[in-house]
């Protein structure tokens, strides 16, 4: 297996630093990482498939089974994450969300952010849904089984994955709406079902759906494209990020509207990228994971947005509301690329003492508990053998 170097831009040193692993620390990196991921991944799926004929015998539990393999989905990344590409995560938000982000007395950053909402951000490069999946995680309560995703729909033919990702009911794309309507609909309307308790009362299943309006990660390719988008719309361009296309979100809220309060929306930046580079050329998935040049620090700005304030009801004019946040965002990360900070957060009764950044870790919260992972999959082969054993023993004693 080779392992190929971080790709570099000419002229510019990597904002993580040389190389801290030579090339055969590297090869065994990547096939300690291959064989970590891999083994997880197919436990996952064979954990999916065990739970599969749920779905003609009770659907609520059914979808209640596969959220627990979307958690261990999370573990999986996070532990991933933490071992092979350890990175700090630096927070700050404007008061919409002060008092709704803390950091607990081990060390670790809590978010308190509600069981459903539609999270909008910017696309610096490819792992930024890993990061956001897990603020799922270090979420009070966790939502790391309850995030949904809006893919291309190549990606749902990549083997193992792609139908895992369908058992986790990701919504699938071909980014023509005349197309995707019907498919976004039906999917959307199994979000905002509501359920009947026990006791009468109705309630909805926790949501987080996670949405990139731009489309794409930031590159060269993105860029050109965005300002040829501008140029023909007669708008302003954006200088850091592509500007966003708002059909699907605007789709996606009117769907979920009655359902959801707020949209939370996170800017993204990663420490050491120079102005006028992309993240995507410096921070790959090898030199992240084998090399040792995973980002310094991931910086996330929240705000949140009540739905209510959106104008869903006109096109145009959400188009609008859509594109001046994204001017706010891109000043934002103006900031960031001029300071090396966002803004901090401000001082409110709710987060006092913990105003200004706070910074942790992608970490779990317990040493092994990536084993999770495995106790389906455990469980059942344990019953199995057990079955066969006393089958044997029955067989045997039978002439």
């Not at 023509?176 to 999917?187: E, I, P, S, T």
């Not at 990660?217 to 300002?227: D, F």
């Not at 709710?350 to 495995?374: H, S």
């Amino acid at each position: 297996m080779a392992v190929q170097p971080a790709a570099a831009v000419p002229g510019i040193s990597h904002p993580s630093g040389k190389e801290k692993h030579g090339r055969l620390v590297q090869i065994l990196r990547g096939l300690s990482f291959c064989a970590y991921f891999f083994t997880c991944v197919i436990t996952i799926h064979l954990t999916q498939l065990i739970g599969a004929p749920l779905y003609w015998v009770n659907r609520e539990l059914f979808y209640a089974y596969m959220s627990m393999t979307k958690r261990s989905f999370g573990l999986l990344i996070t532990t991933m994450t933490q071992w092979w590409g350890p990175t700090t995560i630096r927070i700050s938000g404007d008061a919409s969300v002060a008092d709704q982000i803390r950091k607990t007395k081990d060390g670790r950053v809590e978010f308190f952010f509600p069981d459903r909402l539609v999270m909008i951000a910017n696309h610096q490069i490819y792992t930024d849904w890993l990061y956001l999946w897990w603020v799922g995680y270090a979420n009070s309560p966790q939502m790391h089984g309850h995030i949904f995703i809006i893919l291309k729909e190549s990606l749902k033919y990549i083997p193992v994955m792609g139908a895992g990702m369908m058992f986790y009911g990701f919504i699938f794309m071909s980014r023509k709406m005349a197309n995707d309507q019907k498919r976004m609909a039906y999917r959307l309307g199994k979000l905002k079902t509501k359920h009947t308790a026990p006791d009468g009362s109705t309630y909805l299943d926790p949501m987080w759906l996670l949405l990139f309006p731009e489309g794409t990660n930031a590159s060269q390719n993105g860029r050109n494209k965005s300002a040829k988008w501008a140029e023909k719309t007669g708008v302003k361009d954006c200088e850091h990020l592509l500007l966003p296309r708002s059909t699907g979100t605007l789709f996606c809220l009117n769907e979920l509207k009655d359902t959801v309060d707020y949209v939370y929306d996170c800017t993204v930046a990663y420490e050491g990228i120079p102005r006028g580079q992309f993240g995507e050329k410096l921070f790959t998935l090898a030199g992240t994971y084998f090399s040792g040049q995973a980002p310094k620090s991931v910086n996330f700005y929240w705000r949140r947005f009540r739905v209510a304030d959106m104008p869903l009801d006109n096109a145009e004019k959400f188009d609008a509301w859509v594109r001046e946040r994204w001017y706010e965002k891109d000043a934002l990360m103006e900031q960031y690329i001029s300071t090396g900070r966002f803004p901090a957060t401000p001082a409110t009764a709710a987060n006092a003492g913990q105003e200004g950044f706070l910074e942790t870790e992608v970490k779990t919260r317990y040493r092994f508990e990536f084993l999770q992972i495995f106790t389906v999959v455990g469980l059942v082969s344990l019953l199995w053998r057990i079955v066969m054993r006393i089958f044997g023993r029955v067989t045997s004693i039978v002439p």
